[in-house]
C-alpha cells in the first residue's frame, strides 16, 4: 500500500513552504487510496510547543488535507534507541568530542587546502581512556553515523538519477552530546517501521536523503521512492527564507485567502501544467503528477492568491455562505440575491459586508458640480423602495425623457450618484437591493 507522511516539526506555524510538502505528499496518498500520516518530529523538546501542534491540525483541517493517523516522535524515543544501539554493534556508530569553534577550525584549514570540508573522522582514532577524559572534560560527545566511502544513487521522482559520492560529506551527527535525537535518525526509523513507501521533500534535503539511504541499509532495510520538489523563491527570485513568517497559513486565511485557491496554486506551481481553480480537492488529487515538476526555483508570489480567492468565490453556491450572510442583516428574501449580485464583485469573503452596508445605507454619492443639478432632478422622480427589477429601466427612461440625457451621460452619472462608485454590478440588481431611496 502506498505510504507518504507529513512530518512538521511544531517549533512554529505552517507556512507555504511546509504547504506544498504537505500537499504532495497528501495527494500521491490519496490517488493512490494509500495512507497519509501526519508525523509530529518534536524530538526538541526546548523548542516545540503544543499549541504549534494544534495550529498544524488546525492549518491542515482547514485546507481539508485530513491524515489517517497522527504520530509524535516523542513517544517513540525508545526505539531510535534501539537503533542507535544496532549502529554501534555494527560498527557504524562513534562518538566525536569537538567543540563548534573547533569543527570551524578544520574546515577553514580544509578549505584553504583546496579539499572539502568534511569531517576528517580523527574521533575514531581515540583510545577509550582519551574518550574518557574528554567526557571528564567536556561532557558527553555527540554520535557520528560512519559513512561508507562509496557513491550513493536513487532515482528521484523529481531530478532523475541523483549519485552523490559520500566521501564529499560529512559523517552526519545522529544524537548529540545532551542526548537529542536529530531527524536524520529518527525520520529513518518511522520512515522504514512505518512502512513509508514515497517521500517528497524540498530539495536542501537531498543530502539528507543520501546519507539516509546508507542508515536505511546498515539498520537492513530498503528506502522508499525520493522526490525532491523545487523551493519556493519570492516573486523576483529572492530567498524567501527570511519572509516565511509573513506567509503563514493562519495569516494567510485571517486575509481571506480562499482554502481552494492556495491548494490549486500550490498544487500546480512549478509545473508545466498550468494553474486552475479547482472544482474540488478531487479534481486537483485527479490531475496531480508529480513527473511535471522541475528542478528550477519556483517563483511565488502571494498576490497571486487574491485573483484565485476571487474566482473560487465566484463560484461558490449560496448555501455555502448562506450563514455568513444571515450574520451580516441581510433580509432572507434578498439574501441569494445579495450573494448572486455581490460575489462577482469581491475579492474575499470580507468584502461582502461592505456590499451590503452600500445597500443597506446607500453610497456615498459621487456627483461632479455639473452633474448636481441633474442628479437632484432624477433622484426627485425616483418613488420610495422597495424596488423591483424593472426599476432601474423605467426610471432612467424617465429621467432621460426629461433630460434629453442618453448613454454614459446618462447612466455613469446616476450610478455614480446612487453607489459611489464607477463601476459595479449591474444597477437593476443593485436597485433591487437598496434598502433606502438614494439621496444627496
Same mark, same amino acid.
Given at each position: 500500500m502506498t505510504t507518504t507522511r507529513f512530518a512538521p516539526s511544531p517549533t512554529g506555524?505552517?507556512?507555504?513552504?511546509?504547504?506544498?510538502?504537505a500537499l504532495f505528499n497528501y495527494m500521491i496518498a490519496r490517488k493512490a487510496g494509500g495512507t497519509f500520516i501526519l508525523r509530529i518530529d518534536d524530538t526538541d523538546p526546548e523548542r516545540s510547543k503544543p499549541e504549534y501542534v494544534d495550529a498544524i491540525q488546525e492549518d491542515l483541517t482547514w485546507l481539508g488535507l485530513t491524515w489517517d493517523r497522527i504520530e509524535y516522535q516523542s513517544r517513540r524515543l525508545d526505539r531510535y534507541a534501539e537503533a542507535a544501539d544496532a549502529l554501534r554493534a555494527a560498527g557504524r556508530f562513534y562518538e566525536a568530542f569537538?567543540?563548534?569553534? /573547533?569543527?570551524?577550525?578544520?574546515?577553514?584549514?580544509?578549505?584553504n587546502m583546496g579539499k572539502p570540508p568534511v569531517y576528517d573522522r580523527a574521533a575514531l582514532a581515540l583510545s577509550e581512556d582519551e574518550k574518557a577524559a574528554l567526557r571528564a572534560e567536556r561532557g558527553q560527545g555527540v554520535w557520528r553515523f560512519k559513512l561508507d566511502h562509496e557513491r550513493i544513487t536513487w532515482t528521484d521522482g523529481i531530478l532523475g538519477d541523483i549519485s552523490i559520492d559520500?566521501?564529499? $560529506?560529512?559523517d552526519p551527527v545522529l544524537i548529540r552530546g545532551d542526548g537529542q535525537v536529530l531527524y536524520t535518525i529518527a525520520s529513518v526509523v518511522?520512515?522504514? /517501521?512505518?512502512? $513509508?513507501?514515497?517521500?517528497?521533500?524540498?530539495?536542501? +534535503? $537531498?543530502?539528507?536523503?543520501a546519507t539516509q539511504i546508507q542508515i536505511m541499509a546498515a539498520l537492513g532495510h530498503g528506502h522508499p521512492e525520493f522526490a525532491h520538489h523545487s523551493l519556493l523563491t519570492g516573486p523576483q527570485g529572492e530567498a524567501l527564507s527570511k519572509r516565511l513568517g509573513t506567509l503563514a497559513l493562519r495569516d494567510l486565511r485571517a486575509e481571506g485567502v480562499e482554502p481552494m485557491a492556495l491548494l490549486s496554486l500550490m498544487a500546480r506551481l512549478g509545473?508545466?501544467?498550468?494553474?486552475?481553480?479547482?472544482?474540488?480537492?478531487?479534481?486537483?488529487?485527479?490531475?496531480?503528477?508529480?513527473?511535471?515538476?522541475? !528542478?528550477?526555483?519556483?517563483?511565488?508570489?502571494?498576490?497571486?492568491?487574491?485573483?484565485?480567492?476571487?474566482?473560487?468565490? +465566484?463560484?461558490?453556491?449560496?448555501a455555502e455562505v448562506a450563514d455568513e450572510?444571515?450574520?451580516?442583516?441581510?433580509?432572507? !428574501?434578498?439574501? /441569494?440575491?445579495?450573494?448572486?449580485?455581490?460575489?462577482?464583485?469581491?475579492?474575499?469573503?470580507?468584502?461582502? !459586508?461592505?456590499?451590503?452596508?452600500?445597500?443597506?445605507?446607500?453610497?456615498?454619492?459621487?456627483?461632479?458640480?455639473?452633474?448636481?443639478?441633474?442628479?437632484?432632478?432624477?433622484?426627485?422622480?425616483?418613488?420610495?423602495?422597495?424596488?423591483?427589477?424593472?426599476?432601474?429601466?423605467?426610471?432612467?427612461?424617465e429621467v432621460k425623457a426629461a433630460s434629453g440625457r442618453k448613454g454614459k451621460g446618462l447612466f455613469m452619472p446616476l450610478r455614480k450618484a446612487v453607489t459611489g462608485l464607477e463601476r459595479g454590478p449591474e444597477m437593476a440588481d443593485v436597485m433591487r437591493l437598496l434598502q433606502k431611496k438614494p439621496t444627496l
Amino acid at each position: 500500500m502506498t505510504t507518504t507522511r507529513f512530518a512538521p516539526s511544531p517549533t512554529g506555524y505552517l507556512h507555504v513552504g511546509n504547504l506544498r510538502t504537505a500537499l504532495f505528499n497528501y495527494m500521491i496518498a490519496r490517488k493512490a487510496g494509500g495512507t497519509f500520516i501526519l508525523r509530529i518530529d518534536d524530538t526538541d523538546p526546548e523548542r516545540s510547543k503544543p499549541e504549534y501542534v494544534d495550529a498544524i491540525q488546525e492549518d491542515l483541517t482547514w485546507l481539508g488535507l485530513t491524515w489517517d493517523r497522527i504520530e509524535y516522535q516523542s513517544r517513540r524515543l525508545d526505539r531510535y534507541a534501539e537503533a542507535a544501539d544496532a549502529l554501534r554493534a555494527a560498527g557504524r556508530f562513534y562518538e566525536a568530542f569537538e567543540t563548534p569553534t /573547533e569543527l570551524d577550525l578544520k574546515r577553514k584549514k580544509q578549505l584553504n587546502m583546496g579539499k572539502p570540508p568534511v569531517y576528517d573522522r580523527a574521533a575514531l582514532a581515540l583510545s577509550e581512556d582519551e574518550k574518557a577524559a574528554l567526557r571528564a572534560e567536556r561532557g558527553q560527545g555527540v554520535w557520528r553515523f560512519k559513512l561508507d566511502h562509496e557513491r550513493i544513487t536513487w532515482t528521484d521522482g523529481i531530478l532523475g538519477d541523483i549519485s552523490i559520492d559520500a566521501a564529499s $560529506v560529512s559523517d552526519p551527527v545522529l544524537i548529540r552530546g545532551d542526548g537529542q535525537v536529530l531527524y536524520t535518525i529518527a525520520s529513518v526509523v518511522d520512515d522504514t /517501521e512505518m512502512g $513509508v513507501t514515497h517521500v517528497v521533500r524540498g530539495s536542501d +534535503h $537531498v543530502t539528507n536523503t543520501a546519507t539516509q539511504i546508507q542508515i536505511m541499509a546498515a539498520l537492513g532495510h530498503g528506502h522508499p521512492e525520493f522526490a525532491h520538489h523545487s523551493l519556493l523563491t519570492g516573486p523576483q527570485g529572492e530567498a524567501l527564507s527570511k519572509r516565511l513568517g509573513t506567509l503563514a497559513l493562519r495569516d494567510l486565511r485571517a486575509e481571506g485567502v480562499e482554502p481552494m485557491a492556495l491548494l490549486s496554486l500550490m498544487a500546480r506551481l512549478g509545473s508545466s501544467q498550468p494553474v486552475e481553480v479547482a472544482g474540488s480537492l478531487e479534481a486537483l488529487i485527479e490531475g496531480f503528477d508529480l513527473s511535471t515538476f522541475g !528542478a528550477a526555483p519556483t517563483k511565488f508570489d502571494r498576490a497571486d492568491l487574491f485573483p484565485l480567492t476571487a474566482r473560487v468565490l +465566484h463560484a461558490t453556491p449560496f448555501a455555502e455562505v448562506a450563514d455568513e450572510i444571515a450574520a451580516l442583516g441581510v433580509p432572507a !428574501a434578498q439574501a /441569494e440575491l445579495f450573494w448572486e449580485v455581490a460575489r462577482a464583485n469581491i475579492t474575499t469573503r470580507a468584502d461582502l !459586508a461592505g456590499w451590503w452596508q452600500l445597500f443597506r445605507d446607500g453610497g456615498a454619492p459621487l456627483v461632479a458640480e455639473e452633474d448636481r443639478a441633474f442628479v437632484a432632478d432624477a433622484f426627485a422622480r425616483l418613488p420610495e423602495p422597495p424596488y423591483g427589477p424593472e426599476t432601474w429601466g423605467a426610471w432612467t427612461a424617465e429621467v432621460k425623457a426629461a433630460s434629453g440625457r442618453k448613454g454614459k451621460g446618462l447612466f455613469m452619472p446616476l450610478r455614480k450618484a446612487v453607489t459611489g462608485l464607477e463601476r459595479g454590478p449591474e444597477m437593476a440588481d443593485v436597485m433591487r437591493l437598496l434598502q433606502k431611496k438614494p439621496t444627496l
